[in-house]
């Protein structure tokens, strides 16, 4: 049985409800998503889903409740976190001068420098097919006001790129993405995602 944390303070919370579920569905294999909305819900999860919305909102809403030590704590024990958009911002070590402007504080968890909405604007979303290493086929990625991931190092290396530019990244127990993959009724990626929760 596994427990799916999905951090549930603000963005696109109920389509990674139903993408976990579709995942371990395609995994076979029993679990429950919880909602997280502080830090009690945050006890006793194998892996915990940041997802997108708005980074500078979600970065205040986890000041107010206090998160920011204790999704911290998660990932230096090895619990596997993703972020998408939004929270492939907020996993960042470095982030661009919107971010600095914002006074967005980032949970500094990736080898990573990112730039915020450089696909552009909303109504400039678009989407793409994607070659993701580990998966055989191309996935149908959704990119709606994504980051860029400018730059990686340390331990931290690239799983997917369009025209050169990073947007899918991985380190140790660690997923960051560009694009929404909730959006896009394939749950491979969830499924990739839940293949780092060990097996009990």
């Not at 579920?21 to 919880?34: C, I």
């Not at 915990?48 to 979600?58: F, H, K, N, R, V």
Request: proline fraction near 4%.
């Amino acid at each position: 049985m596994i427990k799916v944390g999905v951090l549930s303070l603000q963005g696109a919370v109920p389509e990674h409800v139903l993408a976990i579920r579709n995942a371990l569905k395609m995994r076979d294999q029993e679990g429950e998503v919880v909602h997280v909305r502080d830090n009690k819900d945050l006890v006793g999860i194998d892996c915990l889903i940041i997802p997108g919305g708005e980074s500078t909102t979600i970065g205040k809403l986890l000041k107010r409740f206090d998160m920011y030590a204790a999704i911290r704590e998660l990932a230096s024990a090895g619990v596997p976190i993703m972020g998408t958009c939004a929270g492939c911002i907020l996993m960042a070590k470095e982030g661009d001068l919107d971010v600095t402007r914002t006074r967005t504080e980032l949970l500094g968890l990736m080898d990573m420098r990112v730039s915020r909405n450089s696909f552009g604007r909303q109504k400039e979303s678009f989407e793409s097919s994607l070659r993701i290493d580990g998966l055989d086929d191309e996935f149908p990625a959704v990119f709606i006001r994504g980051p860029i991931i400018e730059e990686v190092w340390g331990r931290c290396s690239s799983l997917a790129e369009i025209e050169g530019t990073k947007v899918m990244v991985k380190q140790d127990n660690l997923l960051a993405l560009s694009f929404h993959p909730e959006l896009s009724r394939d749950a491979r990626v969830h499924r990739m995602f839940l293949d780092m929760v060990p097996r009990t």
